[in-house]
Structure formats: structure tokens, C-alpha cells
């Protein structure tokens, strides 16, 4: 089953932000879309309950034209502890990279600022130290 768009993201963070965002894309994708075909890849609704998921994201990954990868500062913290235990996350970024390279995909990121207690936003700034990330690829 081929996907015209794969949403990444960190269940424990971002999920309700994916949940709300993969209809709104489907609704905007499905009229150029056969009947054979689902838009978007969410692996809450595409995953098959008792199959491999790791297989299963990385095939829907694999097919897909677009990589929407919903990356927040919260999202990031277990990224750096990568090195010692797996990340399916940073797993799904590494993917997304070698499909962009090899021409098979694009990839948008999308930046998700933090929720402030008082119901306010602040900007997305989890880039701020690059070093505290792993190096090597997982």
C-alpha cells in the first residue's frame, strides 16, 4: 500500500498535534489519490496489530513522497540518548535523510514550538546545542 505522505513524530509529545494533522492532510490529498491508495501513513490507524511495526513503518516510509516529521524540543530529548538505547524516531529521521538523497522522497520538518502552562507558546529552540545529539547513525 503506497502512502503520498508518512507523519513522524513521538507518541509521548506529539501525538494529538499527528491525530489532528493526518485527516487534514488526507482531505487535501485524496482527490489526487486512486481508490487503492491511503494518503497519509499515521501508524496509529495504518500499522497492522500483530505484524512487525518497526518493519511496517519503514515500509510505509519507503513509499511515501513526503516525510512530515513533527519535531519538537520534548521530542528531541530521547534523540540523545540514542547511542545507548534505540529510537525509532531518530530511526524514522535517518530514513527520511536517505530517501531525500537518493531522490525518492522530500521532506518537510515541522518545528513544533512548547506549550506554556499559562496556555501561552514558546518558539521551537531544541536545536540550540548540536552537540548533546548522537553522531553516529542508528
Same mark, same amino acid.
Given at each position: ?11 509521548? !509529545?506529539?501525538? %494529538? ?5 493526518? %485527516? ?6 485524496? !482527490? ?6 491511503? %494518503?497519509?501513513?499515521?501508524?496509529? !490507524? ?32 530521547? !534523540? ?28 518537510? %520538518? ?29
Amino acid at each position: 500500500l503506497k502512502h503520498s505522505v508518512f507523519i513522524n513524530y513521538r507518541v509521548a !509529545t506529539e501525538a %494529538p498535534l499527528a491525530r489532528t494533522l493526518a %485527516p487534514f492532510l488526507g482531505e487535501r490529498i485524496a !482527490t489526487t489519490q486512486s481508490a487503492f491508495c491511503s %494518503p497519509v501513513f499515521l501508524d496509529q !490507524t495504518c500499522l497492522v496489530p500483530g505484524e512487525p511495526w518497526e518493519q511496517g513503518f519503514l515500509c510505509a516510509l519507503m513509499t511515501c513522497d513526503l516525510a512530515v516529521l513533527l519535531i519538537s524540543e520534548a521530542a528531541l530529548e530521547r !534523540t540523545k540518548q540514542a547511542d545507548t538505547q534505540g529510537d525509532n524516531v531518530l530511526l524514522e529521521y535517518e530514513y527520511a535523510l536517505e530517501l531525500k538523497a537518493r531522490g525518492l522522497a522530500e521532506i518537510l %520538518p515541522v518545528l513544533v514550538g512548547a506549550k506554556l502552562d499559562n496556555g501561552d507558546f514558546r518558539k521551537f529552540a531544541g536545536f540550540a546545542k548540536l552537540h548533546d545529539f548522537p553522531d553516529a547513525p542508528h
